[in-house]
């Protein structure tokens, strides 16, 4: 379930962060379609980006918990070796990658469920530097101050999408992984 629920509050910051971002100085040539937008407007926006961000950041928290508590995070991820990554990335680069048994992670499946989890951290701190840049000042000074905190949230949310995206390119390519996701198991 939070799998489903991270999926549709992305979207949601993503579309009204677009919209955000629109209205930034820190892109100047950056333009989003209002097609792809959410919010109508900066103030619409900013009231859409606001609301999802307690749902993903509650889901986030309550995914690394459960994961956590129940062993799954350590079991489906780890352990991971350069030389597991080595080989299942040349068999990749083949497309010789083997999907027999879909309960079970391949190196670069893990690397990059890592990576999503840390980068999701990454976007809620960025988020909270850019959100309470005053309040949160060392946060905000740790991500370079809050210029380079809208930077890092932005290059966060784009690395998360380009992870969705090939996401569902593999989904596309092995379909029987679809149902997994659907039942969670």
């Known amino acids: 379930m939070t799998h489903w629920m991270n999926a549709c509050a992305v979207g949601l910051m993503a579309s009204s962060g677009w919209q955000i971002y629109d209205a930034s ?28 961000m307690w749902v993903l950041t509650a889901n986030f928290m309550l995914y690394i918990g ?8 350590r079991r489906k991820l780890l352990p991971l070796s350069l030389q597991s990554f080595s080989s299942d990335m040349r068999a990749a680069l083949r ?11 391949n190196a670069l499946q ?11 951290a990454l976007l809620i701190l960025s988020g909270l530097a850019i959100w309470k840049s005053v309040q949160l ?7 370079g101050g809050y210029k380079q905190a809208c ?11 380009a992870f969705f995206t090939v996401h569902v390119i593999m989904v596309a390519l092995v ?6 996701m659907i039942r969670g198991r």
């Open 137 to 143: 000042p060392l946060l905000r000074s740790l991500l």
């Open 25 to 52: 100085p820190i892109f100047p040539a950056l333009h989003f379609s209002p097609a792809i937008s959410l919010g109508g407007w900066l103030g619409g926006a900013l009231q859409w980006h606001f609301a999802v």
């Open 66 to 73: 459960l994961n956590v508590i129940s062993g799954r995070l």
């Open 151 to 161: 930077i890092v949230h932005f290059v966060a949310m784009s690395v998360l999408l």
């Open 110 to 120: 893990k690397v990059a469920y890592l990576i999503a989890i840390m980068d999701t």
């Open 95 to 105: 497309g010789r990658l083997e999907h027999a048994d879909l309960s079970s992670y």
């Open 175 to 180: 379909p029987r992984s679809l149902l997994l």
